[in-house]
């Protein structure tokens, strides 16, 4: 039944030969993508002087608490998370004017309950901006950007004392503002959220009311970047040449039958937000960022936790990017000098050069996922016969980008993706490899080379 390039009941069947996978494996091991001149263009644009004065700027509301002011004369006079608010969504303006409006700019605002670190009912203001896709069918897949613009000191109570947040995180929020500036001159298929949430500190507040409105409307959320303390703060130790990114192990949405399933299986290292974390991982590869991906596998920092885990709960796909090494004198502290120790979240130790290479390593990431077609659907290993080959099988990537796929697979101990095998536009392979002994995935491509995220195939049932 399957040969070599036979057409069978119009699945096209791909028979690998050894020496052709061994070829294959030598030949694609670990190869970079063909890289965009249209994202390589808009990477160009991305400025650290830009990110500077937006970061100088966000510091100079005094505070970002989400408990600090938001009425009108807070507002007009520059400061409180009022006047933050406000700034994000002129700057989200200003970038859409520059595209013919290209940007839809909006608000999600809701009323929080008084809580553990809200201590009476609090309005907190979600700002986004959207770029709609440009292909009718492509467009209702997101993938989206965050950041938090609210900020705190040692008393996460201290409504009016100083609270600059300069890496935690208006560092996030202007890759997000950058992101939007530089890719806002670009068009894509699928569609881009620009997003800056509050209430972080409080309780990961606005994400949580963010992610659930994004379910609750059935979002094709696809992938979502948090950036959370991306300054590259200046200490001795620092590596500005490396950038952290987090990703879930077991998915903290997955039902008890999932979770029997990636049990039975192996598959506690590829949750779709490990999936993310690698595909980022390629998008290093493929464009010079000026920084390093260096994939943590682990939701956050040890007993940390961060906006990106909102969206995981929800059951989407969510990475954290922060800095490679944190200096904790520079967090959630008042700003004071003693013993000779500086503390506080200042400018001075933001490195401008480190947050704009986050930023490029971000827009790079969006511009490639929203560039490219969405992943093959119902992605399935046959598993009726028991047989050492192993036959995949999925369904044409939806939305019509796609030209052809890859068959990925990895050692089962082995960390990223190892092999790629072209199988052109098949939907249906066969690779003499046991599906005991690696791990296997299917992405789509484009004819330009975009590559979706890939999908790990669950058994046929
Ligand atoms: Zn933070």
């Known amino acids: 039944m399957l040969n070599s390039g036979r057409m069978t009941l119009g699945i ?5 030969t050894a020496a052709a996978i061994s070829a294959a494996q030598s030949a694609n091991m670990e190869s970079p993508g063909r890289p965009d001149p ?50 994000i969504k002129s700057q989200f303006e200003s970038y859409s004017k520059d595209c013919g409006g290209c940007l ?4 999600d605002t809701f009323t929080e309950a008084p809580g553990d ?38 008393d996460m109570l201290d409504l009016s004392g100083d ?47 963010f992610a659930k409105m994004a379910r609750d409307e059935g979002w094709q959320l696809e992938a979502v970047l948090n950036n959370d303390i991306v300054a590259g703060d200046k200490s001795k130790d620092q590596d500005h040449l490396v950038v952290r990114v987090f990703s879930e192990g077991l998915p903290s949405a997955a039902t008890d039958q999932e979770i029997r399933r990636i049990r039975g299986l192996g598959g506690e290292s590829d949750s779709a937000s490990r999936q993310l974390a690698r595909f980022i991982a390629d998008v290093g590869r493929t464009y010079d960022a000026g920084v390093k991906p260096m994939l943590v596998f682990r939701l956050d920092r040890f007993l940390r936790g961060g906006d990106h885990y909102s969206f995981n709960q929800q059951g989407f796909a969510a990475v954290r990017i922060t800095e490679f090494r944190e200096d904790f004198h ?26 704009s290479h986050v930023a490029r390593l971000n827009a790079a990431t969006l511009a490639s996922l929203a560039a490219a077609p969405a992943p093959p659907a ?40 190892e092999h790629a095998q072209n199988v052109g536009s098949a939907t249906r392979a066969t690779l003499k490899l046991s599906k005991d002994n690696v791990i296997f995935a299917v992405r789509a491509l484009d004819k330009a080379g975009h590559r979706s995220l890939p999908v790990v195939p669950v058994p046929e049932r």
């Open 330 to 355: 520079h967090q959630h502290q008042n700003v004071r000098t003693e013993n000779g120790v500086e503390y506080g979240d200042l400018t001075k130790f933001v490195d401008y050069d480190y947050v």
């Open 378 to 417: 119902n992605v399935n290993i046959l598993t009726k016969d028991l047989e050492n080959d192993t036959t995949l099988t999925w369904e044409a990537s939806p939305g019509g980008l796609a030209t052809e796929y890859e068959v990925l697979w990895r050692a089962t101990t082995s960390s990223a993706w």
């Open 117 to 154: 670190r809200i201590p009476k009912p609090t309005e907190i203001s979600n700002v986004y901006a959207f770029l709609k896709g440009t292909d009718a069918e492509n467009a209702k897949r997101i993938v989206l950007v965050t950041g938090h613009y609210d900020s705190r000191n040692s």
């Open 38 to 87: 249209q994202i390589a263009a808009a990477l160009r644009q991305v400025s650290a002087q830009r990110i500077q004065s937006n970061i100088e700027k966000l510091v100079s509301f005094g505070t970002r608490l989400t408990l600090s002011a938001q009425d009108p004369q807070s507002i007009a006079a520059g400061r409180g998370i009022g006047a933050a608010r406000e700034w």
């Open 163 to 209: 609270a600059p947040g300069a890496n935690d995180d208006a560092s996030g929020t202007a890759v997000s503002l950058e992101c939007a500036r530089v890719l806002s001159k670009s068009k894509f298929p699928a569609t881009i959220i620009f997003l800056t949430v509050a209430g972080e500190e409080q309780g990961l507040n606005g994400s949580h009311h």
């Open 104 to 107: 839809a700019v909006k608000t």
């Open 12 to 16: 096209e069947v791909v028979l690998l």
